[in-house]
């Protein structure tokens, strides 16, 4: 029972993480019903069930039979198999509380950052103020001040990456959402003794994560600019499910 619950929850949690997604970078409200993007009817209760709905439906709005985007199904899915997956892994305890902040985050700026090329001040915000709470119950308050210290160095490490990269490109190179999610990954992944090596790491993890969509992007679609906050929050939630194994590869070398 306690699976299907949080499967449940998970799908609900993934429904509202793309309505914020998709409404607030458009400076649109969050509240009031659902409505078709193509007849803009407002949806009926049972359309508006995470997962069945769109399976139900065939994938297609009631009202004008045109097709909803498949991004609706794979959020609220893959959001309900995350939620499951964290707590196989932590249990319920505050490791998996905080795994849960930081893969809802990821979720919005994936939706955020692919779609719109925006990371939002407010998940990043919300995030990093439930981190702290979540890390001051899990290691004090000596230490989380470590962890928000670790923060702010990762914080201006991107600053200066950004700096070299727009003297060497002659063009903005990182997006402020970048530099601010640096933060968020410091003050994570920013445990004692090594947590700023930790959080270097994480940006060199997520670099690796990104070449080969943008070999591929660069090659098909000659763009120039592409959305680096969905592998720097990807590398932050893969290196904290696998935190032990990234220490023992960093006291390794």
Same mark, same amino acid.
């Given at each position: &029972?306690?699976?299907l619950?949080?499967?449940?929850?998970?799908?609900?949690?993934?429904?509202?993480?793309?309505?914020?997604? /998709?409404?607030?970078?458009?400076?649109?409200?969050?509240?009031?019903?659902?409505?078709?993007?193509?007849?803009h009817?407002?949806l009926?209760?049972?359309?508006?069930?995470?997962?069945?709905?769109?399976?139900?439906?065939?994938?297609?709005c009631?009202?004008?039979?045109k097709?909803?985007?498949?991004?609706?199904?794979i959020?609220?899915?893959? /959001?309900?198999?995350l939620f499951?997956?964290?707590?196989?892994?932590?249990?319920?305890?505050i490791?998996?509380?905080?795994?849960l902040?930081?893969?809802?985050?990821?979720?919005?700026?994936?939706?955020?950052?692919?779609?719109?090329m925006?990371?939002?001040?407010s998940?990043?915000?919300?995030?990093?103020v439930?981190?702290?709470?979540?890390?001051?119950?899990?290691?004090g308050?000596?230490?989380?001040?470590w962890?928000?210290?670790f923060?702010?160095?990762?914080?201006?490490?991107?600053?200066?990456?950004r700096?070299?990269?727009?003297?060497?490109?002659?063009?903005?190179?990182?997006?402020?959402?970048?530099?601010?999610l640096?933060?968020?990954?410091?003050?994570?992944?920013?445990?004692?003794i090594?947590?700023?090596? &930790?959080?270097?790491?994480?940006?060199i993890?997520?670099?690796?994560?990104?070449?080969?969509y943008?070999?591929?992007?660069?090659?098909? %679609?000659?763009k %120039?600019?592409?959305?680096y906050?969905?592998?720097?929050?990807?590398?932050?939630?893969? &290196?904290?499910?696998?935190?032990?194994?990234?220490y %023992?590869l960093?006291?390794f070398?």
């Amino acid at each position: &029972m306690i699976y299907l619950l949080i499967l449940l929850i998970g799908a609900v949690m993934g429904s509202f993480y793309l309505c914020i997604g /998709t409404r607030l970078p458009l400076k649109k409200s969050i509240l009031g019903r659902s409505e078709c993007d193509n007849c803009h009817e407002k949806l009926n209760w049972y359309e508006l069930i995470p997962i069945f709905s769109y399976l139900f439906l065939r994938g297609k709005c009631h009202h004008c039979h045109k097709k909803i985007s498949f991004e609706y199904f794979i959020i609220e899915l893959m /959001t309900s198999l995350l939620f499951l997956v964290g707590y196989l892994h932590f249990g319920l305890n505050i490791q998996y509380y905080i795994y849960l902040v930081i893969v809802s985050c990821a979720i919005v700026i994936f939706i955020t950052d692919f779609k719109y090329m925006v990371i939002l001040d407010s998940t990043l915000i919300i995030s990093s103020v439930l981190i702290i709470i979540l890390k001051y119950f899990e290691i004090g308050f000596k230490n989380t001040l470590w962890a928000i210290l670790f923060g702010i160095c990762l914080f201006f490490t991107m600053y200066l990456i950004r700096l070299f990269g727009n003297f060497l490109f002659k063009r903005e190179s990182l997006g402020g959402g970048d530099i601010k999610l640096a933060f968020l990954i410091g003050l994570t992944i920013g445990y004692p003794i090594i947590g700023y090596e &930790m959080g270097l790491i994480c940006l060199i993890f997520a670099a690796f994560l990104a070449l080969p969509y943008a070999i591929a992007v660069l090659y098909l %679609n000659k763009k %120039n600019e592409l959305p680096y906050g969905p592998f720097l929050i990807a590398s932050l939630v893969i &290196m904290f499910v696998f935190y032990d194994k990234f220490y %023992n590869l960093l006291v390794f070398f």
